[in-house]
């Protein structure tokens, strides 16, 4: 698994990376009520907004981690924008993407350096 700087982790599956938000960056959002996901299809940019979270303490973009495809979102987060706060590093990812140059997840973060990021 590789991290950003805006808290997003990403997870290398076959030719798609699947991507959602840490557990701190869930635990700082406080209580997640809604969650607007990107439609399958569309190309998008690193850095781009891409998802939009709502909680009772605010309301945050997630931006592109790399530039690519979306193909697929994880719709069952429509209904139950909740499950972040529940397993944000794991059945609450947000989208499947094919990102257009693989190698970009090099410049990521691991495991070892989010942790001494988020310190």
Avoid: C, R
Avoid at 39 to 57: A, F, H, N, Q
Avoid at 85 to 93: K, L, P, Q, S, Y
């Amino acid at each position: 698994m590789k991290y950003t700087e805006e808290h997003e982790w990403l997870l290398p599956e076959g030719d798609v990376v699947i991507v959602g938000i840490t557990t701190h960056a869930a635990e700082q959002l406080g209580d997640v009520v809604f969650i607007e996901l990107p439609e399958v299809g569309t190309e998008i940019t690193k850095d781009e907004e891409i998802v939009v979270i709502e909680s009772v303490k605010a309301a945050s973009d997630i931006l592109a981690p790399m530039d690519g495809e979306i193909v697929e979102v994880n719709t069952a987060l429509e209904a139950n924008p909740s499950a972040v706060n529940d397993d944000a590093e794991g059945e609450a990812w947000f989208f499947k993407m094919k990102p257009a140059d693989p190698s970009e997840m090099d410049n990521l973060m691991d495991a070892a350096a989010y942790q001494a990021f988020i310190g």
